[in-house]
């Protein structure tokens, strides 16, 4: 098969997989997971790195030439560096990264980049300890050390992910662009979702991005750019620095037409759009023997499942599934 054939029905070239290795969480972030969350995904019903590794050379043998390693919080998969070394080997996989909340990177940063993991996205919602622990339940202190370990170890680009909530960190934003700025960090705002049973949270404390930019635009003087790394935020570049700032609208501004990616969690369910339910049950499949040839097959059939577009725009509900569920 030709390795540009992976397409779906709207003519959109798939060459991104975002891959999650387990659904679970150290952290409990107010947009994602409930407190006291306990239904995850069985390890018995996880992929293997058999299968991850199978699934992932299929995909690359289609012209899937970047691969985001995902969870849940990945690192709580274990020996994960012997899977990093795996997929970073495969013919085809130009970009192999790595999304994180850090709070175990600290240790775990040298041996992944010397595995192969060369990209790190890092989730900080806040700068301020009180804020940071309201939101995720989390220790500031140890997620800022993992981020360092990660910078010392050679990862780049990092980026740092900031969800932005009405009256709880949008006042922020300033304190943190200038921590990236700092750092040699690009920063990402993304926009909440409704995902799960956080959904209906999410729709309270939603922040329209574009009042952000506004707002940011009255201190610093922003410039359309471009950066590598195939997801969905639209880039400026700070003037007269190096300093990056994106923004990500699933809400105000959707990005849909311009989809490139699939996710694959951790129980093998290929999910074909983060907002709608469309999926594409793979483990199944790779437990009955199938070939490669065949689970190629599979994959483009289940490019047809790929709707044109999410629904959050016409009705502000929530996603059965939780965001972990799905690997971000």
Not at 90 to 106: F, H, I, K, R, V
Not at 212 to 221: A, D, S, Y
Not at 242 to 261: E, K, V
Request: hydrophobic share 40%.
């Amino acid at each position: 098969m030709s390795r540009a054939s992976l397409t779906d029905s709207f003519g959109r070239r798939i060459d991104y997989l975002r891959l999650s290795v387990t659904d679970r969480c150290d952290l409990r972030c107010s947009y994602c997971l409930p407190k006291g969350f306990k239904g995850f995904t069985e390890p018995t019903h996880w992929l293997t790195f058999d299968e991850i590794e199978r699934v992932v050379a299929a995909f690359t043998a289609l012209g899937v030439h970047r691969v985001r390693l995902t969870g849940g919080e990945p690192l709580m998969r274990r020996n994960l560096t012997e899977l990093v070394e795996r997929l970073s080997v495969l013919p085809g996989l130009d970009d192999l990264s790595l999304s994180s909340n850090a709070t175990q990177l600290e240790s775990l940063a040298t041996p992944l980049a010397r595995a192969g993991v060369r990209r790190l996205n890092v989730s900080l919602d806040s700068l301020r300890e009180d804020v940071f622990r309201q939101i995720t339940g989390g220790d500031l202190q140890q997620v800022l050390r993992g981020i360092a370990a990660a910078r010392k170890a050679g990862m780049n680009p990092i980026r740092v992910n900031t969800v932005v909530m009405r009256d709880v960190n949008d006042t922020e934003i300033e304190n943190i662009l200038d921590y990236c700025s700092a750092h040699g960090f690009t920063l990402r705002l993304i926009e909440t979702m409704p995902m799960g049973a956080t959904g209906q949270v999410n729709a309270t404390t939603f922040s329209n991005l574009e009042l952000i930019k506004q707002r940011l635009e009255q201190r610093f003087t922003l410039i359309p750019d471009i950066l590598f790394g195939g997801g969905p935020a639209r880039y400026y570049r700070v003037a007269g620095t190096d300093t990056r700032l994106g923004f990500i609208t699933p809400i105000s501004q959707h990005f849909c037409a311009t989809c490139n990616r699939v996710r694959l969690s951790v129980d093998g369910t290929l999910h074909l759009c983060l907002g709608l339910d469309q999926r594409y049950p793979l483990r199944d499949l790779l437990h009955s023997g199938i070939s490669a040839l065949e689970l190629q097959t599979h994959l483009c059939l289940a490019m047809a499942l790929k709707p044109e577009r999410h629904t959050f725009n016409e009705q502000f509900e929530p996603t059965t599934r939780f965001m972990s569920m799905t690997g971000g």
